[in-house]
């Protein structure tokens, strides 16, 4: 009697009329659907296996909210894809810091080793700073558009360690457009030695030591904390490792968008922190590089386009994105 129930039993399972196709997964699926099958035959193709399970497919499909087994089929290679792309995801920021720690190892005397610690997550946050903080907003919307420059300007003339700038409300969007999309980014800073150690042991400059400058790698940080306020915050990677969240910036710029409609202008301000390692000049150039990775200036040249591509192949994690050409990107004189 045992024998007859096994016969039975192996005969239901075996058969594909009798397979239960609704508790197959999506993985299963693709291997019946997109897989070419070996035949025991060699004339049962894989599209006669597919006709004598059509009916079978069909109603998965129907289950699945198709209406074809076709729309099934690219639905699976979709999600397929998808999952490809996923496996294929790079840290790059994990790259990046293991390329910082190498340059710290091999060059020791271009960092200056200044860790300033985290920021103190117990203390309260100050309210952010409108425009209004700066400019009477009502007044100023009475001026021309020079008069207001000329004030934001004289607002900052005398001020140490201070960047400021009028940015043309287009160039604004452009900048804004790809700081929503890719709101973090890593930018290097080339880090010379005095002049003193560039020199060899009969005094004059090694043009060899002078070519071959390491890069320290500092941390782009965007926020959108007010409808007309946007921060950018730039932190140095090594201390952004140690720190994450709670490490300090080194430099923080605010846009001020209130004039944008009427004047067709944003108003920025940004503040170099004294005991940090960074001088004003370092964070120009950093500023220059986030208008240019971030197609402020335009994506209409060959060189332009490679930034904005490279911005976007880091937050997606490309296997596309590298150092070397971040670093070749961020020296090129070309716009």
Not at 164 to 172: E, I, K
Not at 257 to 276: C, P, R, T
Request: hydrophobic fraction near 35%.
């Amino acid at each position: 009697m045992s024998s007859l129930i096994t016969k039975k039993f192996f005969a239901t399972i075996a058969h594909p009329s009798h397979f239960p196709y609704s508790y197959l997964k999506d993985s299963q699926l693709k291997a019946i659907l997109n897989k070419p099958h070996k035949s025991i035959t060699a004339n049962y193709s894989s599209k006669a296996i597919e006709s004598r399970y059509q009916d079978k497919l069909l109603q998965i499909a129907k289950e699945k909210g198709f209406d074809s087994i076709q729309e099934l089929k690219e639905h699976l290679k979709e999600e397929l894809e998808e999952k490809k792309k996923e496996l294929n995801k790079i840290d790059p920021l994990k790259e990046l810091e293991e390329y910082q720690t190498k340059m710290i190892e091999q060059n020791p005397k271009h960092f200056a080793n200044k860790n300033r610690g985290p920021i103190d997550a117990s203390k309260p946050q100050q309210p952010f700073k409108t425009l209004d903080s700066f400019l009477n907003v009502a007044k100023i919307k009475e001026l021309s558009q020079q008069e207001i420059e000329y004030l934001w300007r004289a607002r900052w003339s005398n001020k140490e360690n201070v960047l400021s700038a009028v940015v043309p409300v287009d160039t604004y969007n452009r900048l804004i457009k790809n700081a929503k999309e890719n709101p973090s980014f890593v930018l290097p800073l080339p880090r010379t030695l005095p002049l003193e150690d560039n020199k060899s042991e009969n005094g004059k400059v090694d043009n060899e030591k002078k070519a071959d400058t390491p890069f320290e790698l500092h941390y782009v940080q965007w926020a959108f904390p007010g409808p007309n306020t946007t921060h950018c915050m730039l932190t140095s990677l090594a201390e952004y490792k140690l720190h994450k969240e709670f490490s300090r910036p080194h430099t923080t710029l605010a846009f001020h968008s209130e004039l944008a409609q009427d004047k067709n202008i944003v108003l920025m301000n940004g503040q170099v922190e004294k005991d940090s390692n960074i001088s004003l000049q370092d964070a120009q150039l950093l500023l220059l590089n986030i208008q240019r990775f971030y197609g402020a200036m335009g994506e209409s040249t060959p060189i332009s386009k490679k930034r904005v591509q490279l911005l976007r192949d880091f937050t997606k994690g490309s296997p596309d994105f590298n150092v070397e050409l971040l670093i070749s990107l961020s020296q090129s004189m070309e716009n």
